[in-house]
Nanobody, 126 residues
Framework: QLQLVESGGELVQPGGSLRLSCAAS????????MAWFRQAPGTAREAVLC????????AYVDSVKGRFTISRDNVKNMVYLQMNSLKPEDSGVYYC???????????????????WGRGTQVGVSS
């Protein structure tokens, strides 16, 4: 059973940067796709970026393209989200999500992901 724990969220000023980390335990990342989702108050959870085992990336939010980068370390069982040039609209809870083992393709719908962390809060405000 894959367990995911996010860290790195905090309050930053607009234009700042954050690096979110997701530590996986209980199983390995193996071939599963891993993603970051986010949810602002009163809105639905949305997929931000997804990464496959071999580093293929799918981006689902146009506003983060060129600013956010997803990566994974299959040896350390870690997934990262580097966020640059942060904007107030990037605020929300960020969740790490993993598909079932051997489900290698990225998907944007939350129902495709069987494993979730509890989230880490990101605030962008002056």
């Amino acid at each position: 059973q894959l367990q995911l724990v996010e860290s790195g969220g905090e309050l930053v000023q607009p234009g700042g940067s954050l690096r979110l980390s997701c530590a996986a335990s209980g199983s390995t990342l193996d071939y599963r796709a891993m993603a970051w989702f986010r949810q602002a108050p009163g809105t639905a959870r949305e997929a931000v970026l997804c990464v496959t085992r071999d580093g293929g990336v799918s981006a689902y939010v146009d506003s983060v393209k060129g600013r956010f980068t997803i990566s994974r370390d299959n040896v350390k069982n870690m997934v990262y989200l580097q966020m640059n040039s942060l904007k107030p609209e990037d605020s929300g809870v960020y969740y790490c999500a993993g598909r079932r083992s051997m489900e290698a393709m990225c998907r944007s719908n939350p129902e495709a992901y069987a494993y979730w962390g509890r989230g880490t809060q990101v605030g962008v405000s002056s």
